[in-house]
């Protein structure tokens, strides 16, 4: 497969909440960049889905933004805890709130990187 993504992508678990007209759930985030997201959820929604998430950052602060959902892979909740990848990608569009909260943490999976490398 052909990487298309522009941004370093970086691993990173963080519990969110999920919001579309058509209700919400939960899930967690598979890694970040400065453009999207990779959730982890069971539930999927269809690709060009308008999307609110919520998340708090490990400095308790909360971060609101909207996107779009490039991307998903529907997978039971049963296969998914035997380590089955599903979810979606997210694009991000706007921030509601905790832009530079969101922006905090890719600072420091950043600095976690290069701390690796040189290491």
């Given at each position: 497969m052909i990487e298309r993504r522009k941004e370093i992508r970086?691993?990173?678990?963080?519990?969110?909440?999920?919001?579309?007209?058509?209700?919400?759930?939960?899930?967690?985030?598979n890694d970040i960049s400065r453009e999207g997201i990779s959730i982890r959820s069971a539930s999927v929604q269809p690709v060009g889905t308008q999307i609110r998430i919520e998340l708090t950052t490990p400095d308790n602060e909360k971060v609101v933004l909207g996107g779009t959902v490039q991307w998903g892979i529907r997978l039971s909740p049963i296969l998914m805890r035997h380590g089955k990848k599903g979810g979606m990608g997210i694009k991000i569009s706007n921030f509601v709130s905790g832009e530079g909260a969101y922006q905090k943490i890719l600072e420091s999976c950043e600095e976690q990187t290069e701390k690796e490398v040189s290491a």
């Open positions: 970086y691993k990173k678990r963080l519990q969110l909440r999920l919001s579309t007209e058509n209700g919400c759930t939960i899930g967690l985030t």
